[in-house]
């Protein structure tokens, strides 16, 4: 492919710029994070819907068949399962809030939902700079 090469061992190795493209969709995600913290949305709200996440989703989609057979494909495989889980745990949570249970069960899982957000994408901007594949 022309995104990667063959080292001796056999294994594909990205190129530098499908790196620094994983870098990018990391710094758009971290974007939406800062921009929920300082600003009147929540993290997990701006995480979710604002432009700069919506961009590196859109980015992980079109840039990942690139990525195939390298760690850095497994960075994305990483962000585009915290984007869609998020969703499904925010609607969860959405949905306890307006039954019985309510704000006291909704509330909490919206805090923890945060935390693994922030956590998912500090681990997976680590892992890339040390040049780590994600789990999957």
Same mark, same amino acid.
């Given at each position: 492919?022309?995104?990667?090469? /063959?080292?001796?061992?056999?294994?594909?190795?990205?190129?530098? *710029?499908?790196?620094? $493209? =994983?870098?990018?969709?990391?710094? &758009?995600?971290?974007? *939406?994070?800062? =921009?929920?913290?300082?600003? =009147?949305?929540?993290? #997990?709200?701006?995480?979710?819907?604002?432009?700069?996440? $919506?961009?590196?989703?859109? /980015?992980?989609?079109?840039? %990942?068949? @690139?990525?195939?057979?390298?760690?850095? @494909? *497994?960075?994305?495989?990483?962000?585009? +399962?915290?984007?869609?889980?998020?969703? &499904?745990?925010?609607?969860?949570?959405? #949905?306890?809030?307006?039954?019985? $249970?309510? &704000?006291?069960?909704?509330? !909490?899982?919206?805090?923890? /939902?945060?935390?693994?957000? /922030?956590? +998912? $994408?500090?681990?997976?901007?680590?892992?890339?700079? *040390? %040049?780590? !594949?994600?789990?999957?």
């Amino acid at each position: 492919m022309a995104n990667e090469t /063959i080292e001796a061992g056999g294994a594909a190795q990205p190129s530098e *710029s499908l790196v620094n $493209i =994983a870098h990018l969709v990391y710094a &758009l995600h971290a974007w *939406s994070i800062l =921009a929920g913290i300082v600003g =009147a949305a929540t993290v #997990v709200g701006m995480f979710l819907t604002g432009w700069p996440s $919506i961009i590196a989703v859109i /980015i992980n989609y079109v840039k %990942r068949p @690139d990525a195939r057979g390298t760690f850095v @494909d *497994s960075h994305f495989g990483w962000q585009i +399962r915290t984007f869609w889980y998020t969703l &499904l745990w925010v609607v969860i949570a959405v #949905v306890l809030a307006f039954t019985v $249970i309510g &704000l006291p069960v909704a509330i !909490p899982i919206a805090v923890v /939902i945060t935390l693994w957000v /922030i956590y +998912r $994408i500090v681990r997976g901007w680590l892992a890339l700079a *040390s %040049r780590k !594949p994600m789990p999957a």
